[in-house]
């Protein structure tokens, strides 16, 4: 069946003026485009000075400022954000959060979701028409049947990706070690 997101998930609001541990706030440079994973800051900060959402283990973020950039996460612990991250949580047992996870990450719902933004220099998707977003929700155990599968099949290439970047590293190495012998006359060239 297809519904509105809000049919199924909640959009949180639960807001803060205050992050208790700064050790588990996510502002946008922490989510690495594309990819769900968290990076750490370039920066270390000792305060945040804006409102911020709280979300919980299980919830799914989602970026609506430039959503082309395609920055979700789902959540492993409890934790803040900044407020251009929507926070979803399950709340009738009608929507497995995995697969939720794996569905906002699709081209057609990214695309239909930057098409509908606002603003030149920050487009900015709204959160009601996120909300209002129709999605597909197969039954339960169907959901979980998909979000077991891409698990799987994303570590798996994740696993590959890691591999030919330590192969990258490796024949960058080799070629720091090649030139700096070859104008130190380590290796005969001519």
Do not use: H, W
Not at 15 to 21: A, T
């Amino acid at each position: 069946e297809v519904k509105r997101i809000k049919q199924f998930v909640r959009s949180s609001s639960n807001k803060s003026n205050e992050v208790l541990d700064l050790n588990k706030y996510l502002a946008l440079e922490n989510i690495e485009s594309n990819t769900g994973k968290l990076i750490p800051s370039s920066k270390e900060i000792d305060k945040v000075e804006s409102i911020v959402n709280t979300f919980n283990k299980g919830d799914v973020l989602f970026c609506k400022l430039r959503p082309y950039l395609r920055k979700y996460y789902f959540c492993d612990f409890d934790g803040y954000s900044t407020s251009e991250l929507l926070v979803f949580s399950n709340y009738n047992d009608k929507m497995k959060m995995k697969y939720f996870y794996y569905l906002i990450q699709s081209e057609v719902f990214i695309s239909r979701i930057n098409g509908s933004t606002y603003g030149a220099k920050m487009p900015r998707a709204s959160p009601d028409f996120i909300n209002n977003e129709r999605l597909p929700r197969p039954p339960i155990k169907e959901q979980e049947e998909i979000a077991e599968y891409l698990d799987n099949k994303t570590s798996k290439i994740q696993s590959v990706i890691k591999n030919k970047e330590k192969q990258v590293e490796l024949y960058q190495e080799l070629r720091k070690t090649v030139i700096n012998n070859a104008v130190t006359g380590k290796i005969k060239v001519c």
